[in-house]
């Protein structure tokens, strides 16, 4: 018995002929919807002691990065082709350094009322801090790692809330 191939799924961002496009929000419903995301940074203790102390020559690595994650989140539409441009409503961008792991940890929360989601804002922000991070202590270890970057949790829109295991 021969089995019949899964129908395919529609591409929202391809249009008939494959073409790359912008999906067409405008008709669904506006919703309250949030998105957060993490990543990390990997470092030698010593880097880590050094952003602990702000004794980076660059200046206050810790700051720079939570402000660098929330102008990311707002550019998202011009460096993710086919992202919306949205009126975000919150950013708020967490770094949490362990002393344990030799890392900084990276959390950022986007929120807005709006026709689509803000997940690739909130991975975005992560992305971006977390590149800020490397940049401001990348004169005293250039062996930092960065990683583990994902989507922690979201909620609203049409496919529902999403918590990561």
């Known amino acids: 018995m021969t089995k019949k191939p899964?129908?395919?799924?529609?591409?929202?961002?391809?249009?008939?002929?494959?073409?790359?496009?912008?999906?067409?929000?405008?008709?669904?419903?506006?919703?309250?919807?949030?998105?957060?995301?993490?990543g990390a940074v990997s470092m030698k203790p010593a880097t880590l002691k050094l952003i602990l102390a702000d004794k980076l020559k660059k200046g206050n690595a810790l700051e720079v990065a939570r402000l660098a994650g929330i102008m990311a989140a707002k550019k998202t539409p011009d460096l993710i082709p086919l992202?919306?441009?949205?009126?975000?409503?919150?950013?708020?961008v967490e770094l949490r350094p362990?002393?344990?792991?030799s890392s900084v940890e990276v959390e950022a929360t986007v929120k807005l009322s709006g026709q689509t989601g803000v997940e690739m804002e909130a991975?975005?922000?992560?992305?971006?801090?977390c590149l800020t991070l490397y940049d401001m202590a990348k004169a005293v270890d250039r062996s930092m790692r960065i990683g583990d970057?994902?989507?922690?949790?979201?909620?609203?829109?049409k496919s529902g809330d999403y918590r990561a295991e």
């Open 98 to 101: 362990d002393k344990k792991t």
């Open 83 to 92: 992202c919306h441009p949205l009126a975000i409503s919150k950013v708020e």
């Open 6 to 38: 899964a129908p395919k799924k529609k591409l929202t961002h391809l249009d008939e002929k494959g073409a790359a496009r912008m999906v067409d929000v405008s008709d669904k419903p506006v919703t309250s919807r949030s998105a957060t995301a993490k």
């Open 123 to 129: 991975l975005t922000a992560v992305s971006v801090a």
């Open 149 to 157: 970057i994902r989507l922690v949790e979201k909620s609203g829109g």
